[in-house]
């Protein structure tokens, strides 16, 4: 049940208006850039780690990817106006090459950072140090 300010975009043939999906990773796997064009909000941004981890290439305000150590150019490209935002989206979408880089580095960053082979012994030394803990 998309809100209904969406409805009009789906008259548009290169626009498909799905609504909630079970399963996201075929939209994402299809799609040739991941946009995250936040300009207000809060809370956890799991969709930057879910697109980095597959391999798409990102284009997100600053907003978008906050709270993660990336580097803009390397990782995603970072864009804030409406303008310089279309303008990465359209630039990425016709450097195939390009998007293959930034999707590649976007893997590498979420493999060595959030693979739960990292977070795990991560989680498991804080839970070491509370009190109460065997270890304490």
């Known amino acids: 049940h998309p809100h209904p300010r969406l409805s009009a975009l789906a008259d548009d043939r290169a626009v498909v208006v799905t609504g909630w999906v079970q399963d996201v990773r075929p939209y994402v796997a299809a799609a040739g850039v991941y946009v995250i064009p936040l300009r207000i909000g809060g809370g956890t941004r799991l969709k930057v780690l879910e697109a980095m981890a597959m391999g798409r290439a990102i284009v997100s305000t600053a907003l978008g990817c906050?709270?993660?150590?990336?580097?803009?150019?390397?990782?995603?490209?970072?864009?804030?106006?409406?303008?310089?935002?279309?303008?990465?989206?359209?630039?990425?979408?016709?450097?195939?090459?390009?998007?293959?880089?930034?999707?590649?580095?976007?893997?590498?960053?979420?493999?060595?950072?959030?693979?739960?082979?990292?977070?795990?012994?991560?989680?498991?030394?804080?839970?070491?140090?509370?009190?109460g803990s065997e270890s304490a």
């Open 66 to 131: 906050e709270g993660f150590d990336l580097v803009p150019g390397q990782e995603l490209v970072v864009a804030d106006s409406p303008a310089a935002f279309a303008g990465a989206v359209v630039s990425l979408l016709h450097d195939p090459s390009r998007r293959t880089r930034l999707g590649r580095a976007a893997r590498r960053f979420a493999g060595s950072r959030y693979d739960w082979r990292t977070i795990v012994p991560k989680m498991e030394r804080v839970y070491e140090r509370q009190p």
